[in-house]
């Protein structure tokens, strides 16, 4: 039965191969902050003035884990999203592209979206 669910939540993939994935999707997260972080307000009450790498990663945790998520959504759905016509969608044929590119890419792509929708959402308090 144990091996039936592994079977099941991995979509028949090695366990390694999702560890290796989310070493990418981390990389992918990490660029993506660490280049958001030279951008901060070094006077603002709600950051260190020296950077601090506890704090960027207790800030953006939220952020680090659902980037893991769906880093492992996309592996264990690729053959779906691809039958799906996902080539299609967005402009570039994926059935060759290494599954390793697609966790560096979520992982790149997650934080600016979710960064979009935290200004989204502060701009729509504002207005409120």
């Given amino acids: 039965m ?18 290796a994935g989310f070493v990418f999707a981390l990389i992918g997260v990490a660029i993506r902050l ?28 939220r952020d680090l884990i659902l980037g893991l998520l769906m880093a492992f959504i996309l592996f264990r759905f690729t053959n779906v ?25 979520v992982g790149t792509a997650f934080t600016t979206v979710s960064q979009w929708f935290k200004r989204l959402e502060l701009n729509a308090g504002k207005h409120a």
């Fill in 81 to 105: 999203l691809i039958s799906a016509g996902l080539q299609r969608l967005i402009g570039f044929d994926i059935e060759g592209v290494d599954k390793m590119f697609y966790a560096f890419l």
């Fill in 34 to 61: 660490l280049n958001g972080a030279k951008k901060r307000d070094k006077l603002s009450k709600h950051t260190p003035y020296n950077f601090s790498w506890k704090f960027l990663v207790l800030d953006n945790l």
């Fill in 2 to 19: 144990e091996q039936l669910f592994m079977k099941q939540l991995l979509g028949g993939q090695d366990l390694v191969i999702y560890l």
